[in-house]
């Protein structure tokens, strides 16, 4: 059974910075496509970033620049740093793992970026 466990999220100031975490203990990461969704209140859920099995990164035009997807192999975990965060950033953000045509995806984790 897969499972993804994600962290990292809370209250931060506009301008400020974040790193979230999604544990990824069953997926084998070469043969995935890891990624970052988002949903705000009222809105669809959308992309933030991917991370592809061949080691391809893409992000959504909202975030290009300042937020980076990365993988630690050795930890199963994937990363989400989040610089320069603005209130529009605000929502909850979701691990997901495409793995075997199967998509999988954590529980979910609140970022506010408010002042």
């Known amino acids: 059974q897969v499972q993804l466990v994600e962290s990292g999220g809370g209250l931060v100031q506009p301008g400020g910075s974040l790193r979230l975490s999604c544990a990824a203990p069953?997926?084998?990461?070469?043969?995935?496509?890891m990624g970052w969704y988002r949903q705000a209140p009222g809105k669809q859920r959308e992309s933030v970033a991917t991370f592809t099995s061949g080691g391809n990164t893409d992000y959504a035009d909202s975030v290009k620049g300042r937020f980076t997807i990365s993988r630690d192999n050795a930890k199963n975990t994937v990363y989400l740093q989040m610089n320069s965060l603005k209130a529009e950033d605000t929502a909850v953000y979701y691990c997901?793992?495409?793995?075997?045509?199967?998509?999988?995806w954590g529980q979910g984790t609140q970022v506010t970026v408010s002042s």
């Open positions: 997901s793992a495409l793995y075997y045509s199967h998509t999988f």
């Open positions: 069953g997926i084998i990461f070469s043969s995935s496509t």
